[in-house]
């Protein structure tokens, strides 16, 4: 079982804004200024969007956000697109230094 | 144009070696850490390691302690992931990434390898 767990699924319709969380429900888990978030469209290789929490690296869309609160780490989706469908992990590390991922979310565009 | 490229899918039999490779290639080599990643069938991805090729210092999860190694040639800016005795459990595809990061972080994965298909079945 994870350490970070997100949501097995979300939807949105194109256009509208999406939020996906990923929470610490172990201790183990370090910090939340780490956190970083892939897309996985099936098939590809992951795609960083987010790291640190909130910066994107260049050449991702500014509709991918991020942020934190607590002990939950946010990514936001606005104005979405067919092409968002896929796959989003949040990663961050645990206390013992080692990565750790969430299980994953897969959004479906309707 | 910084890339990772790994070697091809693989088929083998439980109890079988294997060594899988990912060559890194527009960017200095020995200074990033390179991790490995799985994603069983139908699962989410699983961090297994990391090494940083400058000086082979290398990280494993708990899990993937004892069950794989993880070394470097920095000569050949490769990277390697390597199982003495293989079980059907190991089947699934294996990603390399590149930290953002130098020598300071193997988080945050900015570069990937196209991944490794990994089948073991008797």
């Known amino acids: 079982q994870s350490a970070l767990t997100q949501p097995a699924s979300v939807s949105g319709s194109p256009g509208q804004s999406i939020t996906i969380s990923c929470t610490e429900t172990?201790?183990?888990?370090?910090?939340?200024?780490?956190v970083s978030w892939y897309q996985h469209h099936p098939g590809k290789a992951p795609k960083l969007m987010i790291y640190?929490?909130?910066k994107r690296p260049s050449g991702v869309s500014n509709r991918f956000s991020g942020f934190k609160s607590g002990n939950t780490a946010s990514l936001t989706i606005s104005g979405l697109q067919a092409e968002d469908e896929a796959d989003y992990h949040c990663?961050?590390?645990?206390?013992?230094?080692?990565?750790?991922f969430g299980g994953g979310t897969k959004l479906t565009v309707l | 144009e910084v890339q990772l490229v790994q070697s091809g899918t693989e088929v083998k039999k439980p109890g079988e070696s294997l060594k899988i490779s990912c060559k890194g290639s527009g960017y200095s080599f020995t200074s990033y850490w390179i991790g490995w990643v799985r994603q069983m069938p139908g699962k989410g991805l699983e961090w297994m390691g990391a090494i940083y090729p400058g000086d082979s210092d290398s990280r494993y999860s708990q899990s993937f302690q004892g069950q794989v190694t993880i070394s470097a040639d920095k000569s050949f800016s490769i990277a390697y992931l390597q199982w003495s005795s293989l079980k059907a459990s190991d089947t699934a595809m294996y990603y390399c990434a590149r930290s953002i990061y130098g020598s300071g972080s193997y988080g945050a994965f900015g570069i990937w390898g196209q991944g490794t298909m990994v089948t073991v079945s008797s």
């Open positions: 172990s201790s183990d888990v370090g910090s939340y200024n780490l």
């Open positions: 990663s961050s590390y645990a206390r013992s230094g080692a990565l750790v």
């Open positions: 640190e929490g909130i």
